[in-house]
C-alpha cells in the first residue's frame, strides 16, 4: 500500500517543545514509521519552512518526506498558513497526478482541506485525524483563540465531507458528531507512545547530584542533569511540554505553597539559551516569585526527545493538567517509564490515564485539587511505586506504535475495500 500523509505544519525533523512542534511530529513520524514496518510505503508531505531543506529526504526504511514549496521557505505560525494552503494543494494534486496514492491521511484541519482538495478529483479516499479541533479552542482560550476565524466553519465542512475520520480520543468522538460528522465514519485509534525509549530501566536524572549544574540547563550528550536546591527528601514533580498558557503549568506552580516538600522541573518551550527572554517563562517564573515558591522552579527549556526517559525515570511524578488535551502524549510517555500522572479529566487524559490506577484525575485549572492529589501521593511512595507500575503495564498492552499502525492499517483497508472513493471537487468554498 501506498499512504500520502499531509502534516502541513508539524514535520517528522522538527525539534520538539517549541510553541507548534509537539504530540503531531511525533504522532506523524511515529505512525509512519510503524506502517512503513508492516510494508507501507510512505510519503509525508510537510510546507518547506527553511531554504536549506532539500525537496526529498529519506527518513528510515519506507518513509520518504516531501517538503512541499508552499508560502515562505521560513516558520509561518501555524495560525497564519491559511493563506498558503491552495499552493500546497496545488503541489499535492500535481503529484498525485503522476503517482497516485491509494490513502491520504491528513493531519489537522488545514492539511485536510488541502488534502481534499487535491485528492478528491483523483477519486483517492482521505482519511482526516483532527489532532485539535476550533470549537473546543474557541471554547476554552476565548479572545487568547489565534485561530484564522474561518477555522471553526471549514472544520464543519471538512468532517462531515473526508471519507474516514479517525479520532484520537473517545470525547473527540461525541465532538466531532456535534460538528456534523456522520457517526459511521469515525473510528478511534489513540496515539502511542515509543516503547523502544520510554521505558522503566534505563539511566535516570539524578536527584541530588553535587558535581551537575544546578540550572538544569540542557547537555547536549548527556541530557539534562539535574540537582535540587534543598533537602534530599524533596519530592520532584516534572512537566513536560510545549510551554503554553493552556498546558496548566501556572495552575502546579500555584499549588506548590500547599505543598513544601515539592520541587518542579519544567521542561519545554524554547531552547535553553532562550529560556530568559520567553514572555511564557517569563509570566511563569513572575508567578512562582508573587507565591515564594521560585526558588522551587527550575525551567529547562526544550529537551532533546532522546533525554526525555531520564528526566521522566529522574521524577517521583509528573503533572500534566492542561484545561483542555485533544490527546496528550507526554502522560504516556511518563506512565511507560514508571512514573505516576496527576492529569486532568479532559479530552485524551480520561483514557489513557485511569484513576486509582496509573494516577490521579483532578479538574481543570484548579490548583487546590491538584494539590490535594500530589499531597496523597507526596506522602505515600509506595502507592506511587504502585501506580508507575501499573501505568507501564498499561502504556505496554495498549499503546504499542505498532498495534495504532496495525489499527490505523486497518481502517486504510476496510476504506480500500469500499473502491473508488468519491470524485469531483470537495465541499468546500473557493479560494481558501
Ligand atoms: N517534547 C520533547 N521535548 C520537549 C517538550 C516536549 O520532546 O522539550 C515532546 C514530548 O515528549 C511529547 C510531545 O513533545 O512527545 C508533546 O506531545 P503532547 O501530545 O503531550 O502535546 P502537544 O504538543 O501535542 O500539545
Not at 510512505?42 to 526529498?56: A, F, G, M
Not at 558535581?211 to 524533596?234: D, Q
Not at 495552575?251 to 519544567?266: C, G, T
Not at 499502525?405 to 471537487?425: C, N, S
Amino acid at each position: 500500500m501506498n499512504v500520502s500523509m499531509v502534516s502541513e505544519h508539524a514535520s517528522p525533523l522538527a525539534a520538539l517543545g517549541g510553541v507548534d512542534a509537539g504530540g503531531q511530529n511525533v504522532h506523524v513520524a511515529a505512525l509512519s514509521a510503524a506502517l512503513a514496518s508492516r510494508g507501507v510505503q510512505v510519503t509525508v508531505h510537510t510546507r518547506r519552512d527553511d531554504p536549506e531543506l532539500p525537496r526529498y529526504v529519506r527518513h528510515g526504511a519506507g518513509v520518504r518526506i516531501d517538503h512541499v514549496p508552499a508560502g515562505p521557505a521560513c516558520y509561518v505560525p501555524k495560525d497564519e498558513l491559511l493563506p498558503y494552503m491552495d499552493g500546497f494543494a496545488a503541489e499535492l494534486h500535481r503529484q498525485w497526478q503522476c503517482r497516485r496514492p491509494d490513502i491520504v491521511h491528513a493531519h489537522f484541519w488545514m492539511s485536510g482541506l488541502a488534502a481534499l482538495r487535491a485528492a478528491r478529483p483523483l477519486g483517492v479516499p482521505v482519511v482526516l485525524t483532527m489532532h485539535a479541533l476550533g470549537v473546543v479552542k474557541r471554547r476554552h482560550q476565548g479572545r487568547k483563540d489565534t485561530s484564522p476565524p474561518a477555522r471553526i466553519p471549514l472544520e464543519r465542512r471538512l468532517v462531515a465531507d473526508v471519507d474516514q475520520l479517525v479520532a484520537t480520543c473517545t470525547d473527540e468522538v461525541f465532538e466531532l458528531i456535534r460538528m456534523g460528522a456522520p457517526r459511521r465514519r469515525i473510528s478511534v485509534v489513540p496515539c502511542g507512545v515509543d516503547l523502544s525509549l520510554f521505558t522503566v530501566e534505563g539511566r535516570q536524572s539524578p536527584t541530588n547530584d553535587p558535581t551537575s549544574p544546578t540550572n538544569g540547563s540542557a547537555s547536549p550528550t548527556n541530557g539534562p542533569e539535574l540537582t535540587t536546591n534543598g533537602p534530599a527528601e524533596r519530592v520532584r514533580l516534572l512537566s513536560v511540554g510545549r510551554l503554553v498558557e493552556r498546558k496548566g503549568v501556572g495552575n502546579v506552580i500555584s499549588s506548590l505553597p500547599l505543598l513544601p516538600r515539592a520541587e518542579l522541573v519544567v521542561a519545554g518551550g524554547p531552547a535553553p539559551a532562550g529560556i530568559d527572554h520567553d514572555a511564557e517563562v517569563g509570566r511563569l517564573r513572575r508567578l512562582a516569585t508573587e507565591l515564594g515558591v521560585a526558588d522551587r522552579v527550575r525551567f529547562l527549556g526544550r529537551v532533546d526527545h532522546g533525554d526525555l526517559p531520564a528526566l521522566y525515570r529522574g521524577a517521583d511524578i509528573v503533572t500534566c493538567v492542561p484545561w483542555y488535551e485533544p490527546f496528550g502524549i507526554v502522560p504516556l510517555e511518563a506512565m511507560a517509564c514508571g512514573v505516576p500522572v496527576v492529569a486532568s479529566a479532559v479530552g485524551g487524559l480520561v483514557d489513557t490515564v485511569v484513576d486509582g490506577l496509573t494516577g490521579l484525575h483532578v479538574p481543570p485549572r484548579s490548583p487546590e485539587r491538584i494539590a490535594e492529589a500530589l499531597a496523597e501521593l507526596i506522602d505515600d511512595p509506595g502507592w506511587r511505586l504502585e501506580l508507575g507500575a501499573q501505568g507501564a503495564r498499561r502504556a505496554r498492552s495498549l499503546f504499542s506504535w505498532d498495534r495504532v499502525a496495525a489499527l490505523t492499517l486497518a481502517g486504510y483497508e476496510r476504506l480500500a475495500a469500499r473502491g473508488p472513493a468519491r470524485l469531483g471537487a470537495p465541499d468546500l468554498p473557493a479560494g481558501v
